[in-house]
């Protein structure tokens, strides 16, 4: 009998034997449950058709992928690989062994986790994050004026001044970071900027960043013009202005007269 | 004040033990319920050290209240006390945790509550929760440190796609699994006629508020009403421990 193998990051989570109609979503009625958000109720169908087994994708919100294609209704053959959310289903057309269906998810009580200080805040920092991000670009227009640069004023480091045009920008040594730090035992992550609509947010991740010398007591901060900024080892100076570089192509004006002397576009900007 | 109290726990289905712990003091008019995480037995032991943490070090207190009373007022020094207690059970957790390796991983929710002088101190870390019950008026005391309450906090989404754990069951704050934490304390005037009810999640997450409020207005006597709440939740199949302790303000009146 053929079977459904579900992963997530290439661990198995479960088995279930294909029946001549089944379906895959979160809710508790499917014959395979993927209790994850990103995973509709009801999310795809895979039946018996002649001889061979077809997907039908229910209308999820997600979609439905094989083999990294989007479908709405396809043959399934040995080995192709369904993307349902963030889960990975497995068709193996060839099992011969009874699969052993995993313990239901739900109800999940009593399987507390604990999330540390530290990284349930870098969670939150995140996910703010990506709501700033889906923001801007819902409206790009008036917020891309808005722009802000940071001088580097005591440290090492590979750029002298930095802009900040996307919604979060990160100080650390990771490849990601807009100021890249240099040197061993470097935070990954020492501080990330975020943009939102009230102006210009620091938020510390190492515990370590220090904004006109206070540390963050709330670990975030909103950055005003003229702020000097502490992370990773760098002393930088925060300026606001007026409009952003890479539009109007002229040096901006900042409000305290702390405009870069001469101004950079960061090369990893796109 | 005159309190009338009871207690009721049960072992989560299918599980080799209960890791819930509760703390039934009443002359002292001292109560605790904690619900203890962290594999194999450790759970139990983080729970059990709370517990106990908390009642000696408020037994070591007791003398000590009313002096310090001239100066900071009762009702204060009474929350602060309570609260310290709960921090002290953070760090005789996590060094204990520190020192046995096959119980790092261990920690334990709290819920306390102090009734002395017509106020109800609670401080509380993690999901277990504290409820005030008046005149068929049922009200949260506390709010869950878990990932939920955190995300809702901040105005996010709580089923943005990445989460692999349901939020809920994700908490953010527990007694015993760093060097410090954070303890909340709220104070409530309590009068005649009130209840308490103090209660781990193996009870919150099955039955409701309504339930937990319709039993008190029926029931009245703080044993009925635990043995009835821990009944209704373990019929629902829930798989946690689940435990409720809930105090009747018989006469507030009096020291």
Redesign the interface.
Known sequence: MPKLVVKFDERVLAEYPVDSEMTIGRLPDNAVVIDNPAVSGHHARIFLEGDHYVVEDLRSKNGTYVNEQHVVRGALRHRDVLLIGKHKVVFDAVATAEPVPAPRRTPALGRTAYLNTRKHRELLARLRAERARARSQSEPSAKAQAAAFLRVVDGQTDHQEYWIHNPVSFIGSSEEALVRLQGWLKPRTAAAIVQNDAGFTVTDFDGRTLVNNQCLPDGSQQLKDGDMLEAGGLVMRFGLAVTSPAESGTEPESGQGTSPASFTVNSREP | MRLLAAAATEK?LG?ERNEDVYVLHVAQGLFAVC?G?GGASAGAIASQIAAATIVHELQQAKTAATAGALHEGPHRTQSCRLAEAVRESNRLIYTDGQQNPERC?M?TTVVSAWLQHDIASVAHVG?SRAYLWRDTHFQILTQDHT?LE??AG?G??A????????PR??????VG??PEVDVDVVEAPVRTGDYLVLCT??LT??VSDTTMNASISRLREPQRICDYLVQTAARS?????ITVVVVQIVDAAGA
């Open positions: 989560g599980r619900d995480m991983e920690g999901d990932l955190a995300l901040e996010l989404d089923s943005c796609e990445e989460l692999e754990e349901d069951d994700v908490l953010v704050r527990v699994r760093e999640d193996g997450r099955v199949g829930g798989t946690d421990d």
